[in-house]
């Protein structure tokens, strides 16, 4: 029998219509072989490629823009947002208006042309979280941003025009959508009962413990009671934290853990699908004019984490018109999938 | 210089980031021949492949489930809500759940394998119109549900799993997201100035014409302001009216004519692009245990219309995880390609 199902965090209805005996392996594609390295501007030697560098952990003496790199942000070179000009917000009739101002960059994850981010070692893919919060942290200095989005798109499929292992990062002037949902519901939430609602989320979903996929003293990885899509799957820090970037190195390295045990989880049971993720964290806290305060202490009612989207259904068109999705899959079903494939 | 515009409407901020020199033509892929019929099952003559038909428009004295019908509706032999049960909603922690009860209905739009909707003739898209006013008016004499969802996707990149022209309906026991904004956001607007925000918003393109695509006595045409996807594009009506429904035979024959017009400027235009539409109608009015009348009143502040979205870029991760759009031409410019094709 189908079930709707309502996430009121994320304002969301699911249609959760799963097909009889339908398992893993039915949504398994044809994977193709990786290009060859070719000009491939991502790869060690290329730096000139790419524009110059804006951070980089690299191997002792090894010089910016050259060789020696481990992980290497750079500007995306057709960025979405411009890191020039004065930022002006205006009405249009109803509308609103704000300059294209913000900052667009890619992560390159490896110098390795053919490794993968769930292939890494766990000390390499903590190198990718450090570059994360270190860029992280130099953008929260431009005030003209209000948001900065971290996010992989894996395979082309999922978005990715490079094969080769990288993220991206894109600072905006304004709070996205689905971080607004978020925060709304927390801030009332927090008003009403005076505790985080992701604490608590967390709090019911370890106690029903169907939706778990795992867990250990730091985080906790769980499919959605809503799920929008087949095997979505979210990581959630257990300790209560608005800001992503407050992680500290013992925290970095215990969530290369928990993301590369996750990823490679996705990888096994559904034979290396496209993927996405988006590190969901609080808004810069920033005054706003004639209300001040407002943003100073909302963000901390808010509760990091990553959101993990396979991408192997096909979405079809009536989700972008509506807002109503349809997912052929029990997150139960799907946890329990996940939880057991190692 | 890219732009990030928000619809308050949609609540839906999108980055207008123009490519240089961008063009149609860019976005035109490579079209693949028709599959052949086979076993079409809905093709005349297949009558007996489908479910029994719920409705259709036949020539005098033909049989049901059997040839002779110009448009025939269907249920879906694989739908996502099933029409028979219980509705029980129920709270799952802090989550909401209700069964699964609904319709899923597919509207075959023609007996002709090879013809498409923007194909036909004009008095034959609009028995396609009568056929989905006639379900929509029958569906809402079952009290279970909340919203009716007209929707077509065209072609395998929009979703549509078989090639032979068809539109579908899901009833929903829940009032979908992008309904909800609007919804709101006219509530709103209705209870501050006694107008309805739509029609407000009508007068306001067409004051500034810049996005208008066609226009006639009853319909306006255009690329909304804050498009999400390139060559988005909207019908409205003029008359303000919340419900789809309430088209009369006259207004049926106008909107067939500017549906058709609007297709076709988009299949010249992006040479036949696959494509998705969406009727935004009003939901059903319904009184609500507790809240007299909430429902009766609400919708007549909404004004239905056609969202129509052209599947022409790839729509990368991240904007699933954030509500963040990226469209990389301006709705104005777009506008004006489609303006100017016929």
């Given at each position: 029998m189908p079930e709707l199902r309502y996430d009121p965090i994320r304002w969301r209805w699911t249609i959760i219509s799963p097909e009889r005996g339908?398992?893993?392996?039915?949504?398994i594609k044809e994977k193709k072989e990786p290009p060859p390295k070719n000009n491939c501007p991502f790869c060690e030697g290329n730096e000139d490629k790419t524009p110059p560098e804006v951070f980089s952990i690299r191997e002792d003496k090894s010089e910016k823009n050259k060789p020696g790199w481990k992980v290497r942000v750079v500007p995306n070179k057709f960025p979405a947002l411009r890191i020039e000009g004065e930022l002006i917000r205006k009405g249009v009739g109803i509308f609103d208006s704000v300059s294209g101002i913000g900052a667009h960059e890619v992560i390159i994850e490896t110098p390795n042309h053919f490794l993968q981010l769930q292939d890494m070692e766990i000390n390499d893919i903590k190198k990718v979280l450090i570059s994360y919060k270190a860029r992280y942290i130099d953008l929260t200095k431009d005030v003209r941003f209000r948001y900065i989005l971290i996010f992989k798109n894996y395979g082309a499929e999922a978005g990715a025009s490079l094969y080769h292992s990288h993220s991206q990062l894109i600072a905006t002037p304004i709070i996205p959508l689905a971080v607004v949902a978020e925060l709304e519901a927390a801030r009332e939430h927090y008003s009403e009962k005076e505790r985080c609602i992701f604490c608590d989320l967390l709090q019911q979903e370890i106690s029903f413990s169907e939706r778990i996929i795992f867990k250990n003293d730091k985080f906790v990885v769980w499919a959605p009671f809503a799920s929008s899509f087949p095997f979505e799957t979210w990581i959630f820090p257990?300790?209560?934290?608005?800001?992503?970037?407050?992680?500290?190195d013992e925290e970095l390295y215990e969530l290369s853990f928990v993301l590369k045990d996750t990823l490679e989880r996705i990888k096994i049971l559904l034979n290396d699908p496209p993927y996405n993720f988006v590190i969901h964290t609080a808004p810069i806290p920033r005054p706003r004019p004639g209300r001040p305060g407002y943003w100073e202490t909302l963000p901390y009612d808010y509760h990091w984490h990553i959101e993990i989207i396979p991408r192997i259904t096909y979405i079809a068109g009536f989700e972008w018109g509506s807002g109503l999705y349809i997912n052929p899959i029990l997150p139960e079903e799907a946890a329990k999938y996940l939880r057991e494939i190692k």
């Open positions: 339908i398992r893993p392996k039915d949504f257990l300790k209560h934290s608005h800001d992503f970037s407050e992680c500290d």
